[in-house]
């Protein structure tokens, strides 16, 4: 949108200017379009990415718990070896990525190989996959979203990619902890019990059996979490933080009539799009709720 310097803060129903425009000459009715499209490219890949992630994390958690997810002792050593060998050199440039990686899986095979020979390294190690779940979504509770987006956007360069990651990021543990409790529910039903004594696999019982059924409730979060996630962008987007400056978005409206003070509808039409915006969020969610019930 180029702006129109000869009418800048003018009033809605100007001429060529349905909605007015701001004290830069940007068009109100066109930063309204656009930021539409800016606010649905965050937080429509952040939900579903963050939704996702907590399926992930959260389903692993109820299926596993703390004692069902064993590995061998050496597996554990060589690869708590490699990792911290890593971080002491420090992360490789770009140049020797091609080469650190195999020199570094070569050296663990061969340390494993070598460790395997001892018979207390071959027994396994249960992994407290739900434990450290339930510390991480504790830990992510703990914080303010708000906050921890903004510390960690303010220390970033500006980036769509950047903020999408950051959203999911404090997004995660809503869907995760939905996933954890109904994959655990499951886990009690008859079926499941059927399937673990016919030797299914974990992916299939996984993906055939639990996945199904615990996507009925997972889905009517995903309203919960794009609103909570457009309302974080607009924030984020009103204190001038986490996307480039070129984006247009409702939150730099909203930000612009702090230099405009008497520009009432640089404050009116940004909520009144974020309100109609929730509303329909919220039938979506009320219908997906009958659906489910």
Do not use: K
Not at 127 to 132: A, E, G, L, R, S
Not at 166 to 182: D, K, N, T
Not at 200 to 211: A, E, F, G, N, V
Request: net charge positive; with cysteine.
């Amino acid at each position: 949108m180029f702006p129109d310097l000869l009418r800048t803060d003018a009033s809605p129903l100007t001429n060529g200017h349905l909605l007015g425009t701001d004290s830069q000459g940007h068009d109100v009715l066109g930063g309204l379009i656009y930021g539409a499209r800016t606010t649905l490219l965050v937080s429509v890949p952040a939900t579903l990415l963050a939704t996702a992630l907590g399926m992930l994390v959260g389903g692993a958690a109820g299926f596993w718990g703390d004692t069902g997810l064993r590995v061998p002792r050496f597996t554990l050593l060589t690869s708590s070896g490699a990792a911290l060998l890593y971080l002491t050199i420090g992360a490789p440039a770009a140049s020797l990525a091609a080469i650190w990686w195999p020199m570094l899986l070569s050296a663990s095979v061969a340390g494993a190989a070598l460790l395997a020979r001892g018979r207390a390294l071959q027994q396994t190690v249960a992994i407290p996959v739900d434990t450290f779940v339930s510390m991480g979504i504790v830990a992510l509770a703990a914080l303010p979203r708000l906050v921890l987006v903004l510390v960690a956007a303010a220390a970033t360069e500006p980036n769509t990619t950047t903020v999408i990651a950051l959203l999911v990021l404090v997004s995660w543990p809503g869907p995760a902890r939905l996933m954890r409790a109904e994959t655990r529910r499951i886990q009690q039903l008859p079926y499941l019990e059927a399937g673990r004594a016919l030797g299914l696999p974990t992916s299939r019982l996984l993906l055939q059996h639990i996945l199904p059924n615990c996507w009925r409730v997972l889905r009517t979060s995903l309203p919960i979490t794009v609103a909570a996630l457009v309302g974080l962008e607009t924030t984020l987007s009103f204190l001038g933080i986490g996307l480039p400056p070129e984006l247009p978005s409702w939150g730099r409206i909203l930000a612009a009539s702090r230099l405009s003070p008497a520009s009432w509808w640089l404050i009116v039409f940004p909520v009144f799009a974020l309100l109609l915006t929730m509303l329909a969020i919220r039938q979506v969610l009320s219908a997906s709720e009958d659906q489910y019930n």
